[in-house]
């Protein structure tokens, strides 16, 4: 539960999309031995935060699909019980109403548009498109819903999650059509 709880309020630290631009990264593994924790515990929290984010599921999947992956890295994925926790408490919080509220946040301090009905959807993002609209301004918040969060109740790793997520899912989806059933009116 320790390593669970520290990748968990660590995975954020050092995600790109909110380091300013040029901004050395954060050593959470010098931070943790600095606070005590034994170093093979701190590599496992680091280890765990490193692989958490939908950008390296990504980059796995592509990975995969060139046959470039590295099948050990993707076994340890597979099984490691902590990385499926905090992974799956990092989707749940990406969706649902706090995650409708970090969505539109996360897309005014991007400058981005929260809906326009002419934007086009990248159906199945790749790696590289998601790195770039992440830094970028490129892309709306609904579009956002469609690229990455309504997919990831599918990418659920443990039974507790997917149970959660399902009802999450279901919200996000009637929030969607609520957003169109008030854009329709106006017209």
């Known amino acids: 539960m320790l390593v669970v709880r520290l990748a968990a309020l660590l995975h954020y630290v050092n995600d790109a999309k909110y380091r300013q631009k040029g901004e050395s990264a954060f050593s959470s593994k010098a931070f943790l031995e600095d606070a005590g924790l034994d170093c093979d515990r701190a590599e496992l929290v680091c280890r765990v935060v490193d692989a958490v984010s939908f950008r390296k599921e990504l980059m796995a999947k592509e990975q995969d699909r060139m046959g470039t992956s590295d099948p050990n890295e993707r076994q340890w994925c597979q099984e490691c019980a902590e990385l499926a926790c905090v992974q799956d408490a990092d989707c749940l919080d990406a969706i649902g109403a706090f995650g409708v ?22 159906q199945d993002i790749t790696y590289e498109q998601y790195v770039a609209q992440s830094g970028g301004t490129s892309g709306t918040a609904v579009a956002h819903f469609h690229e990455k969060l309504l997919k990831l109740a599918s990418m659920m790793k443990t039974e507790r999650g997917r149970q959660e997520a399902q009802r999450r899912h279901d919200y996000l989806i009637g929030f969607l059509q609520q957003v169109d059933e008030e854009f329709n009116f106006a017209g």
Do not use: T
């Open 101 to 122: 509220l970090h969505c539109a946040a996360f897309s005014g301090a991007r400058n981005r548009m929260l809906y326009n009905p002419c934007d086009s959807v990248i």
